[in-house]
Nanobody, 121 residues
């Protein structure tokens, strides 16, 4: 699976961005899709994930209620809608695919190149 993330940019606090991740290669629907992020000097952390059906979603506490993950299996694309952005959301955001039940950095099978999100105060 090849993953290509896009949609990052510079936004003011309180603003919104929508990230997209286009997948190609092996069957997209087999995988749970996730977003992780990594801020300078910090470890990569889980942001959100969505199971193949699109019904089950999971979020980090820090983004719950502000971020929404969705997927379009017909277009092999996963999205991350980010609202009410805060300066602490500034990071490189990575799209990921995992075939396992547990969704962590170590269980990811495929990583996309990151997209920078910068939130100014």
């Amino acid at each position: 699976v090849q993953l290509q993330a896009s949609g990052g940019g510079l936004v003011q606090a309180g603003g919104s961005l929508r990230l997209s991740c286009a997948a190609s290669g092996r069957t997209f629907t087999r995988y749970t899709m996730a977003w992780f992020r990594q801020a300078p000097g910090k470890e990569r952390e889980f942001v959100g994930a969505i199971r193949w059906s699109g019904i089950s979603t999971y979020y980090a506490d820090s983004v719950k209620g502000r971020f929404t993950i969705s997927r379009d299996n017909a277009k092999n694309t996963v999205f991350l809608q980010m609202n009410s952005l805060k300066p602490e959301d500034t990071a490189v955001y990575y799209c990921a695919a995992t075939g396992g039940g547990l969704i962590t950095v170590s269980t990811v099978n495929y990583w996309g190149k990151g997209t920078q999100v910068t939130v100014s105060s």
